[in-house]
């Protein structure tokens, strides 16, 4: 190397960049520090030995160009270092016209690193932008899209990208324009909104409602220049919650409709459903028991534990169960109301117990029609014993009263015969008088047998029947026994007595009930033509024995056993009906069931058209 490059060697020291010189032969004359640190010392060694250990020229060599005068700078991985390297190489001339080249070697292996992962980090950005499910956006505070993604264009229904971010956001965005300046006031307050429920226009004029969460943007002078975020579409949520509402609507309709209280209470017992037939049931409002009033305080002592002891217990409709149970509740004002509870444990996802739920019955009118009919089930069963006491009396007087007057009128012809003055006409005459007595006993006997009969009077038959039933619909449905009725609309009137009509039904309806032990069907119909109405009460029961059809209608004649009857009351039935002008006759077959018809006159006044009504 001349002088002239040693001179430059102190310069080129200083330098941190790795530098060397090789002449025309590639030949290495000169390495500073640094290109020595990196490489090692490889001065009179060629320059592809010394850079790559190679035997043979780099790949990226342009020596010959240099050579020529031509200045080259390029970026150069050199595989035995595993680095890059910005490289400039620069051809220069001594004195004596012999050709050098300067090669400079910037190590750039860091920043190309973080290029690399600026541009990896920019790919995973725009491929987020892109590619997320919601709508995301970069706009300007003056309101114009600066950017956004393909699902922001599809939720607000737009094709072409340059369209979108060319509308006015204000303007054709917001369905209210002064949302957008609300917008810009609280992000620009807070330097972020999040989870805003707001409502864009889409473009084909729809609405769509959006979650809008965003922050600013700022420059290098922290100015804010616009804004960036989200936009979660909420349709789906919006359906979900309206279904959701209307579901609980319903039910809560359901529940409030129901005639049966219905209350619901956490595990402590704090009330938390109390629908309006509570209210009415109970005598409390919803607003004062809600979250306010324990169960406990409308049960008698210990019986809410009672309840949830029978509830865990699987004696009483399985575990979390309670069928009927009979129960007292105390109304606000202190009255005791009777009634059955059904009930039930609610539990989570988990199976831990959460709630309660109950449904009351009020019993108050079942009861006090069982009581009834228990009444006059007791005054029909006097009347039976007075009927019999009355047919029995009668047959006896009957007996009697023949011999009797055969007995009058001998004596009164012996009286004939007789002197008044005779003491014989004294005894025959006490023993008239005697006899006359006994004839009076026997009137005062008949009249008994026959009272004085309730005053008739126009009576609707399908009236009284649907009354008679209506008592018997509770023991015929625990019998597992079914009504079905056909009452004709406009059916005539009949001149009768109200309570021996009550007596005839109750009879037949209790009979067709024992008729079926194993349940049935008990079928009534009504049904008129011009002078009479006739009723049909026909059950599905064990029927009666050919042998005993015709002696049904006896007194003291029965198929039951003592402890269910005396015999007497069709022998009423029939009398009744008789008395009433009217006619009862019987169907029947062993194991098919039973048809009682029986027929009144009309009155010819309510005589008319008739309509069919079943049930």
Not at 393 to 404: D, F, G, R
Request: overall charge negative.
């Amino acid at each position: 190397m001349d002088k002239s490059i040693k001179m430059s060697t102190a310069i080129l020291e200083a330098f941190d960049d790795g530098i060397y010189v090789m002449n025309q032969d590639l030949v290495v004359e000169y390495m500073n520090s640094a290109m020595i640190a990196q490489f090692g010392d490889g001065i009179g060694d060629k320059c592809y030995r010394v850079v790559n250990q190679s035997d043979e020229k780099c790949s990226w060599c342009r020596s010959d160009e240099i050579f020529k005068g031509q200045k080259i700078s390029r970026e150069v991985y050199v595989p035995l270092v595993n680095k890059t390297y910005f490289m400039t190489e620069i051809p220069f001339e001594n004195d004596d016209g012999t050709v050098f080249k300067l090669s400079i070697y910037r190590d750039i292996s860091e920043r190309k690193k973080r290029e690399e992962k600026l541009r990896a980090s920019e790919a995973d950005f725009t491929n987020l932008f892109e590619h997320v499910a919601c709508g995301v956006f970069i706009s300007s505070k003056e309101g114009k899209f600066l950017n956004a993604n393909h699902a922001l264009l599809d939720m607000l229904g737009y094709d072409d990208k340059d369209e979108f971010l060319n509308i006015d956001i204000a303007n054709d965005l917001y369905v209210k324009p002064e949302e957008r300046q609300k917008f810009k006031k609280m992000i620009e307050r807070h330097g972020r909104v999040i989870d805003w429920e707001v409502e864009f226009r889409r473009k084909d004029g729809g609405t769509v409602p959006v979650l809008l969460t965003g922050h600013v943007r700022y420059d290098q002078q922290g100015n804010i220049i616009g804004y960036e975020g989200l936009n979660i579409d909420m349709t789906q949520r919006k359906l979900m919650e309206r279904q959701l509402k209307e579901a609980h609507d319903f039910i809560n309709k359901i529940i409030q409709s129901s005639p049966n209280a219905i209350t619901a209470t956490d595990m402590k017992g704090n009330i938390l459903i109390w629908n309006r037939a509570a209210e009415e049931t109970i005598g409390y409002k919803a607003t004062d028991v809600i979250g306010k009033m324990n169960i406990q305080k409308i049960y008698p002592d210990e019986m809410a534990r009672k309840v949830m002891q029978m509830l865990r217990s699987p004696k009483h409709g399985g575990v979390g169960r309670l069928n009927v149970y009979p129960i007292v509740y105390m109304r606000q004002d202190g009255a005791v109301i009777e009634g059955n509870l059904s009930a039930a444990i609610i539990y989570d996802a988990s199976g831990k117990e959460i709630a309660t739920v109950g449904s009351f019955v009020d019993l108050k009118e079942r009861l006090e029609m069982e009581r009834a009919l228990r009444q006059i089930q007791e005054q029909l069963l006097q009347s039976e014993k007075l009927a019999a006491m009355g047919r029995l009396t009668s047959q006896i007087a009957h007996e009697l009263n023949n011999p009797l007057y055969g007995i009058m009128n001998t004596l009164e012809l012996l009286k004939t015969e007789i002197s008044p003055q005779s003491k014989r006409r004294k005894v025959l005459e006490m023993a008239l008088s005697e006899t006359v007595r006994l004839s009076d006993l026997l009137r005062k006997m008949l009249s008994f047998s026959k009272p004085d009969q309730e005053e008739k009077q126009a009576v609707d038959v399908n009236t009284v029947i649907d009354e008679i039933l209506l008592l018997h619909e509770k023991q015929l449905h625990e019998n597992d026994i079914k009504i079905k009725t056909e009452f004709a609309r406009t059916l005539p009137e009949i001149r009768a007595s109200k309570n021996q009509l009550r007596q005839v039904f109750l009879n037949l309806v209790a009979n067709a009930r024992d008729a079926m032990p194993n349940g049935g069907t008990l079928s009534v119909t009504t049904a008129a033509d011009h002078e009479n109405i006739e009723i049909k009460i026909a059950d599905t029961g064990m029927g009666i024995k050919e042998e005993h059809l015709k002696k049904i209608f006896d007194s003291f004649f029965t198929t039951k056993d003592s402890v269910k009857g005396v015999g007497l009351g069709l022998s009423v039935c029939y009398g009744f009906i008789e008395d009433h002008g009217g006619d009862i006759q019987v169907q029947s077959r062993v194991g098919a069931g039973t048809t009682f018809a029986i027929t009144f006159p009309i009155l010819q006044e309510t005589a008319g058209k008739q309509e069919i009504h079943s049930s």
